[in-house]
């Protein structure tokens, strides 16, 4: 809901400050409307009912994958197309029990991917969302209003900052939702944003009082190679946004994740892994290859052999490295496949 609206509303309403603290409280625990809100008097539950939409947002679409991961498209009030997931892990203690859906009902992790904009400015080669027409800014009210989506199918209690859009472009907007997730259930140390490597914005991630974690796209060890395929290298080139990370861990004291999508031929030669080992300091990152998702980009995913073999590689040179699992690739909800216009 359009919280500043919300409080303009009750205001005009003569209503005590408490309320609009009381209304969001509802909303963030996955009420379904102000109807459910049972300690509001009831004319005024008619009120904002008929004054403050529940959702800044419109589900236009909705799919759930067969490995439980569900995708919703939405609309914002202005008609730009947004895309939000949800993904549910395998509870491991209920291993063994998982049904279609990997046990994930049997109550795992339940992770938000998170849209800060509605398509992207940058050109990233390889992503989906790239190659859409680029909206706008979200606002604060429509990033909360796609985590509580989902909070009312279910509890949720992860959230990352990796679907549409740049979130350091946005920075203020996402940083207010983050203020707010814990009340949704998702503190802001199981919250990660992920940045191209955008360098004002890590520096302000930096100063923030919030213990969120940071995610850096990498994808290419040398400039010239990240450049070709990540054109925002030119203006952020690797060297000053690894300088940036450090500075990052410097103030928070946590690791920095590294992204690197998995291109056949391209990045995940055995000398790349080794160069990227290089300007990786063990101390302050962990690496997590992601296997490519078809995205319509000229690319092809390095073979799964390819990507054990860049992973047995950088674990040689001291490298701490996962495989990123990837989830709803058959309704093009994984990396890199939010392109709302072509959905
Ligand atoms: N703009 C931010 C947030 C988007 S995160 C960022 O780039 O970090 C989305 C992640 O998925 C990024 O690491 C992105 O590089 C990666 N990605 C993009 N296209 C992909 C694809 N086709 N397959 C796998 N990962 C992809």
Redesign the pocket.
């Given at each position: 809901m359009d919280l500043e609206l919300l409080e303009r509303t009750l205001a005009d309403a003569g209503e005590p400050a408490f309320r609009a603290r009381q209304v969001w409280a509802w909303a963030a625990r996955g009420a379904e409307g102000y109807d459910a809100m049972t300690d509001l008097p009831v004319a005024l539950r008619a009120h904002l009912d008929v004054s403050v939409p529940f959702s800044t947002l419109t589900v236009a679409d909705q799919v759930e994958s067969s490995d439980g991961t569900v995708k919703a498209l939405f609309h914002t009030a202005d008609g730009r197309p947004v895309e939000a997931v949800l993904m549910r892990y395998r509870n491991p203690l209920a291993s063994g029990r998982g049904g279609a859906d990997g046990g994930a009902r049997a109550g795992g992790r339940r992770s938000l991917?998170l849209s800060?904009q509605s398509g992207?400015p940058?050109t990233?080669t390889?992503?989906?969302?790239?190659t859409m027409k680029f909206g706008r800014n979200l606002t604060t009210s429509e990033i909360l209003d796609q985590a509580l989506h989902f909070r009312r199918i279910e509890p949720v209690d992860h959230a990352?900052?990796?679907?549409?859009?740049?979130?350091?472009m946005n920075l203020d907007n996402v940083l207010a939702a983050c203020r707010r997730l814990p009340d949704a259930g998702i503190t802001n140390r199981r919250t990660t944003?992920?940045?191209?490597?955008?360098i004002p914005g890590i520096d302000r991630l930096a100063q923030t009082d919030m213990p969120l974690r940071l995610?850096?796209?990498l994808?290419a060890a040398d400039d010239a190679l990240r450049s070709q395929i990540?054109p925002v290298n030119e203006r952020y080139p690797l060297a000053e946004v690894l300088a940036a990370c450090r500075r990052w861990h410097e103030a928070k004291r946590r690791p920095v994740f590294i992204?690197?999508?998995?291109l056949a031929g391209v990045n995940d030669r055995y000398e790349q892994a080794a160069a990227l080992a290089r300007v990786l300091d063990p101390k302050i990152y962990k690496v997590n290859l992601?296997?490519?998702?078809?995205?319509g980009?000229p690319?092809d995913?390095s073979r799964a052999q390819a990507i054990e073999t860049f992973r047995a590689a950088l674990g040689e040179h001291g490298v701490r490295v996962t495989v990123?699992l990837?989830r709803g690739r058959d309704i093009a909800a994984?990396?890199?496949?939010?392109a709302a216009a072509r959905a």
């Amino acid at each position: 809901m359009d919280l500043e609206l919300l409080e303009r509303t009750l205001a005009d309403a003569g209503e005590p400050a408490f309320r609009a603290r009381q209304v969001w409280a509802w909303a963030a625990r996955g009420a379904e409307g102000y109807d459910a809100m049972t300690d509001l008097p009831v004319a005024l539950r008619a009120h904002l009912d008929v004054s403050v939409p529940f959702s800044t947002l419109t589900v236009a679409d909705q799919v759930e994958s067969s490995d439980g991961t569900v995708k919703a498209l939405f609309h914002t009030a202005d008609g730009r197309p947004v895309e939000a997931v949800l993904m549910r892990y395998r509870n491991p203690l209920a291993s063994g029990r998982g049904g279609a859906d990997g046990g994930a009902r049997a109550g795992g992790r339940r992770s938000l991917c998170l849209s800060s904009q509605s398509g992207c400015p940058l050109t990233c080669t390889f992503c989906a969302t790239g190659t859409m027409k680029f909206g706008r800014n979200l606002t604060t009210s429509e990033i909360l209003d796609q985590a509580l989506h989902f909070r009312r199918i279910e509890p949720v209690d992860h959230a990352v900052f990796m679907g549409m859009g740049e979130p350091m472009m946005n920075l203020d907007n996402v940083l207010a939702a983050c203020r707010r997730l814990p009340d949704a259930g998702i503190t802001n140390r199981r919250t990660t944003i992920s940045t191209v490597g955008w360098i004002p914005g890590i520096d302000r991630l930096a100063q923030t009082d919030m213990p969120l974690r940071l995610a850096f796209s990498l994808h290419a060890a040398d400039d010239a190679l990240r450049s070709q395929i990540m054109p925002v290298n030119e203006r952020y080139p690797l060297a000053e946004v690894l300088a940036a990370c450090r500075r990052w861990h410097e103030a928070k004291r946590r690791p920095v994740f590294i992204e690197y999508v998995m291109l056949a031929g391209v990045n995940d030669r055995y000398e790349q892994a080794a160069a990227l080992a290089r300007v990786l300091d063990p101390k302050i990152y962990k690496v997590n290859l992601i296997p490519y998702n078809p995205s319509g980009s000229p690319y092809d995913g390095s073979r799964a052999q390819a990507i054990e073999t860049f992973r047995a590689a950088l674990g040689e040179h001291g490298v701490r490295v996962t495989v990123r699992l990837t989830r709803g690739r058959d309704i093009a909800a994984a990396c890199g496949q939010l392109a709302a216009a072509r959905a």
